[in-house]
């Protein structure tokens, strides 16, 4: 069950960007979540840069299946997947866009 799922969220990842095979982000949030509002505006500002990660947003409310597969605990939570779907690193917590950006670029192959 977990491996069809993780593979459900790397298409869904996959086919956003239109590839065949594509590193992506998974970031886990809430509305309730001030961190997690604040990272998404932080996103939407710098749109241009955010939408070559490939940023799969996952709402910890509707989602408890997901939440529960990855084991997040806190919000909001950033996993970052190699094009073959599989976790490579994990950040959790938001302190700030710069800090995100090298976060990313340091998993990027």
Do not use: H
Request: net charge neutral; proline share 1%.
């Amino acid at each position: 069950m977990r491996f069809v799922i993780i593979l459900l969220v790397w298409l869904v990842c996959v086919l956003s960007l239109g590839k065949a095979a594509a590193e992506s982000v998974l970031m886990f949030s809430a509305d309730w979540c001030k961190y997690c509002q604040l990272a998404k505006k932080d996103m939407l500002e710098n749109a241009d840069e955010v939408d070559t990660w490939a940023v799969e947003v996952i709402d910890t409310d509707v989602s408890k299946e997901l939440v529960k597969e990855y084991g997040v605990k806190s919000l909001p939570t950033f996993i970052y997947l190699n094009d073959a779907g599989e976790e490579l690193d994990r950040q959790v917590g938001y302190k700030g866009y710069r800090q995100l950006k090298r976060w990313v670029e340091k998993n990027k192959r």
